[in-house]
């Protein structure tokens, strides 16, 4: 990012190091960052994990933006060329072709089929880069001193996660039926379920298979 000149009011850039891509700006007059945390009001233990509490909210920007009839850059680079351009149809359209993409980008542009499209977008400041970036608000008033848009605009960062499909073991019909432990033991395999069912045997027959022991060696020929 090349600094083209200092001033009180701001430091002047080249057109596009600053604003849109889509529509750079000549100046940034000032400009606000922010972060912001929502912190739990409920009382937390002590020496237990903070980033369960606290709540990290979309970075956002604040800025002053201007941008005039005649790029500023213009004249700092050849001020004979932009003096042309200042008495040209280019010095009364580009204010009107401003406004119209400034509130493009904020509203989104309309489809033939009439639906509107909205796209995140990337913002340049004087200190960052910032992507995914929304307009919250925009405020353009019109001066009539000057052959200029100055306008205060704020812009919000947009969260964007991606999806993922996990698969996993299907439960049983009878499983869903009848509780996770049903379904966990129809899904096993059958000799673990074997071996779950010989055990139950084992305790619920073990006093009967004595009887029968017994029986047998008193009575002749029983089974």
Do not use: C, W
């Not at 912190?39 to 994990?49: I, L, S």
């Not at 009364?92 to 909205?118: F, H, I, M």
């Amino acid at each position: 990012m090349a600094r083209e000149n200092d001033n009180n009011y701001g430091v002047i850039y080249t057109q596009s190091a600053i604003g849109f891509e889509e529509i750079p700006f000549d100046l940034i007059l000032s400009e606000t960052h922010g972060v912001e945390n929502r912190v739990t009001e409920y009382p937390v233990e002590n020496g237990a994990d903070i980033n369960d509490h606290i709540i990290e909210m979309p970075e956002s920007v604040s800025v002053r933006g201007f941008i005039t009839g005649a790029p500023l850059t213009s004249f700092i680079n050849d001020l004979s060329k932009a003096e042309e351009q200042g008495s040209g149809s280019d010095f009364q359209n580009r204010l009107p072709d401003a406004l119209v993409k400034l509130l493009e980008l904020a509203k989104g542009k309309k489809q033939p089929d009439g639906s509107v499209k909205r796209q995140p977008v990337r913002f340049y400041t004087v200190l960052r880069v910032y992507d995914n970036m929304i307009i919250e608000s925009i405020s353009i008033p019109k001066s009539d001193s000057v052959d200029a848009l100055i306008f205060d605009m704020k812009l919000k960062k947009l969260n964007i996660v991606n999806s993922e499909l996990v698969t996993g073991a299907t439960v049983s019909s009878a499983g869903a039926a009848g509780g996770a432990a049903d379904g966990v033991e129809d899904q096993a395999p059958d000799e673990i379920n074997a071996g779950r069912k010989d055990d139950n045997k084992t305790e619920l027959y073990k006093l009967t298979e004595k009887g029968y022991d017994a029986i047998k060696s008193i009575v002749p020929g029983a089974k």
